[in-house]
């Protein structure tokens, strides 16, 4: 079983709609969550950062932890054309000064106008 | 402004070739990484190094080579017994013991082999 698992997309909606993006991880010890936005030939760029369960909030991104169910979300309210990107979800524990992050493999969302 | 630079953007390759891709960062980041990025793989480490004169393997190593001889940069050389080179390459940076609060990464270099 990989580490990170995501949705493999991809994923298209209209303009305004809520979209909801997944990740499952398998261990337990992963403490710290976060998501990437990618936009085409691009590097990833911080969205979003979690650490242990709950949710947060900026604008209309959402960032959901279920440690229960080692389970993370990203929902997108009110989505426009403009967040049309790759998503890249990640997670890592802390093994000291070597730590280092795993990434789910991405999932394409297309925002029709 | 800080940031990673990686050069160039757009890097095509002849089979039997080495070609070397440069990674140059401003942020004052102790560690560094390289990935290689493929439809439907995500992002796959090659290498990463912690500190200067530092490297460690990551999952597939294989065909690459990587030197830290700098903190600012750390470049990725594709040698000719990577089979399948054709891809996103991305470099990213952490400060040491900071990664788990995410990295930055570069625009990437796209290397194609002709």
């Known amino acids: 079983q990989k580490e990170v698992e995501q949705d493999p997309g991809p994923l298209s909606v209209p303009e305004g709609a809520i979209v909801s993006l997944n990740c499952t991880y398998s261990?337990?010890?992963?403490?710290?969550f976060m998501w990437y936005r990618q936009y085409s030939r691009k590097g990833p760029e911080l969205l979003m950062y979690?650490?242990?369960?709950g949710n947060k909030e900026d604008g209309r991104f959402t960032a959901q932890v279920d440690k229960s169910s080692k389970y993370i979300s990203l929902f997108i309210r009110d989505s426009q054309p403009s967040d049309s990107a790759t998503y890249l979800c990640?997670?890592?524990?802390?093994?000291?000064?070597?730590?280092?992050?795993?990434f789910g493999k991405g999932i394409t969302l297309s925002v029709r106008p | 402004d800080g940031g990673i630079t990686q050069s160039p953007k757009y890097l095509f390759r002849k089979e039997g070739q080495n070609v070397t891709l440069s990674c140059e960062q401003n942020?004052?980041?102790?560690?560094m990484y390289w990935y290689r990025q493929d439809p439907g793989q995500g992002l796959r480490l090659i290498y990463y190094?912690?500190?200067?004169?530092?490297?460690q393997k990551g999952d597939i190593a294989e065909g690459y080579s990587v030197s830290r001889e700098k903190k600012e940069s750390f470049p990725l050389t594709v040698t000719s017994a990577q089979k399948n080179p054709t891809a996103f390459y991305l470099c990213?940076?952490?400060?040491?013991?900071?990664?788990?609060?995410?990295?930055?990464f570069g625009s990437g270099t796209r290397l194609t082999v002709v």
């Open positions: 979690t650490y242990s369960s």
């Open positions: 190094s912690q500190i200067v004169n530092d490297f």
């Open positions: 261990n337990s010890a992963f403490q710290y």
């Open positions: 942020l004052n980041h102790d560690a």
């Open positions: 990213a940076s952490s400060l040491r013991g900071t990664a788990l609060y995410g990295y930055t």
């Open positions: 990640a997670t890592g524990r802390n093994t000291g000064a070597n730590s280092k992050l795993t």
